[in-house]
């Protein structure tokens, strides 16, 4: 059975595009019960549309605390089938409620504790690392718990930083390997191969399939 995703975002969703494509290429066993955005305009609403996949929007700026917003995004995921909800480039902060511990996934531009926290997304991250002079950097999959890009790490890729590097050049090799890695990590889940223990995440192998 695929597992059902909830996917979150704000943003021009190329993370959800990505996720589509390879559930259409046979290569993820899901399926996307919702695309939930923060924000009314973003561009990932209109690949989830353009795909058939159903969409909601629940924006911060329509309620008047956290826990409002949280209650309201809570109870829209709710309403549809779901194993594991994914952020992929989702601008606010989630509450994690006791049954989903564990079950919420983030993908993160840069090797995680560094680099990361509020204010810190997309481009914002690329200019602090080469402002910072590190030479490598990489992205992140983690299990999701109440901080901004925290929790057990899942998956983990690193990439160089050159020196003539900008934002955008830098993103873009960064996000070629969110690209594999955000699949991987959500495969592992479907097939049940994650044991998060305290706050490490051990990679199980995989159950050899017999054929008599
Ligand atoms: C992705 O690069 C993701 O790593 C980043 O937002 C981008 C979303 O792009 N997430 C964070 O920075 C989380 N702190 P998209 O809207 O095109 O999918």
Known sequence: ?????????????????????????????????????????????????????????????????????????????????VDLVVLAGFLSLIEVPPDFTNRIMNIHPALIPAFCGKGMYGHHVHEAVIKSGVKITGCTVHFVDEQYDHGPIILQEAVPVFEDDTPETLAERVQAKEREIYPKAIQLF???????????????????????
């Open 190 to 212: 479907a097939e049940g191969r994650l044991k998060v223990e305290g706050n490490k995440v051990k990679i199980l192998p995989a159950v050899r399939k017999e054929t008599f």
């Open 1 to 81: 059975m695929p597992i059902r995703l909830a996917i979150l975002l704000s943003g021009s969703g190329t993370t959800l595009q990505n996720l589509i494509d390879h559930i259409n290429d046979g290569k993820l066993d899901a399926t996307i019960s919702i695309v939930i955005s923060s924000k009314p305009n973003a561009y990932g609403l209109i690949r989830a549309q353009q795909n058939k996949i159903p969409t909601a929007i629940v924006s911060p700026k329509n309620y008047p605390d956290f826990k409002t917003f949280n209650e309201a995004l809570w109870k829209t995921i709710r309403q549809y089938p």
